[in-house]
T-cell receptor, first 115, second 116 residues
Framework: AQKITQTQPGMFVQEKEAVTLDCTYD???????LFWYKQPSSGEMIFLIY??????QNATEGRYSLNFQKARKSANLVISASQLGDSAMYFC????????????FGAGTRLFVKA | KAGVTQTPRYLIKTRGQQVTLSCSPI?????VSWYQQTPGQGLQFLFE???????NKGNFPGRFSGRQFSNSRSEMNVSTLELGDSALYLC???????????????FGAGSRLTVL
């Protein structure tokens, strides 16, 4: 069965430093997608980055990169040069490729950026 | 391009009542998913619709139901409300779930339901 695990309930990072948010997943599918979303205090979920299971290169989107280690089933989010506006909840998510019609989410990590 | 629109944004109901929430997806998006978010349980999958058909359903009681119309707009209904139904209900649309793992969800701002 699909499962997403985020083991860090909260993280602190100094402004301008890099931070890694952990995510491990479990699936028996060979084809799947991994996503990271940001949820500020306003509540809206914002899509950050996507990694396909067959993608050989790690995904990058601006200051966000996804450290994909398929054998370890991990998909960690790296935020470089943290900004105060990065303070939010971050969710890792997965969608299986075989038409399961469902995206599941981890419990989330709350990131606090300190000035 | 308009985003995903959810209405109402906030609502207060009492136990035993029923509620209907609405979601208008991004133009061209054919799939709509619903999630319940609570502090204790996180984001829980409710259901996903594509082509007016429910394609998958999460582990929720039958009081939770939904539908999708021919224009891809979706509604979800909760009957006989309980205190534990208080939550943020998030709707997300996507282009086509047949894309499989590449199907990215775009979320609306949510409907915050309080049950008294």
């Amino acid at each position: 069965a699909q499962k997403i695990t985020q083991t860090q309930p909260g993280m602190f990072v100094q402004e301008k430093e890099a931070v890694t948010l952990d995510c491990t997943y479990d699936t028996s599918d060979q084809s799947y997608g991994l996503f990271w979303y940001k949820q500020p205090s306003s509540g809206e979920m914002i899509f950050l980055i996507y990694q396909g299971s067959y993608d050989e290169q790690n995904a990058t989107e601006g200051r966000y990169s996804l450290n994909f280690q398929k054998a370890r089933k991990s998909a960690n989010l790296v935020i470089s040069a943290s900004q105060l506006g990065d303070s939010a909840m971050y969710f890792c998510a997965m969608r299986e490729g075989t038409g399961g019609f469902k995206t599941i989410f981890g419990a989330g990590t709350r990131l606090f950026v300190k000035a | 391009k308009a985003g995903v629109t959810q209405t109402p944004r906030y609502l207060i109901k009492t136990r035993g009542q029923q509620v209907t929430l609405s979601c208008s997806p991004i133009s061209g998006h054919r799939s709509v998913s619903w999630y319940q978010q609570t502090p204790g349980q996180g984001l829980q999958f409710l259901f996903e619709y594509f082509s007016e058909t429910q394609r998958n359903k999460g582990n929720f009681p039958g009081r939770f139901s939904g539908r999708q119309f021919s224009n891809s707009r979706s509604e979800m209904n909760v009957s006989t409300l309980e205190l534990g139904d208080s939550a943020l209900y998030l709707c997300a649309s996507s282009v086509d779930p047949r894309l499989g793992g590449a199907n990215v969800l775009t979320f609306g701002a949510g409907s915050r339901l309080t049950v008294l």
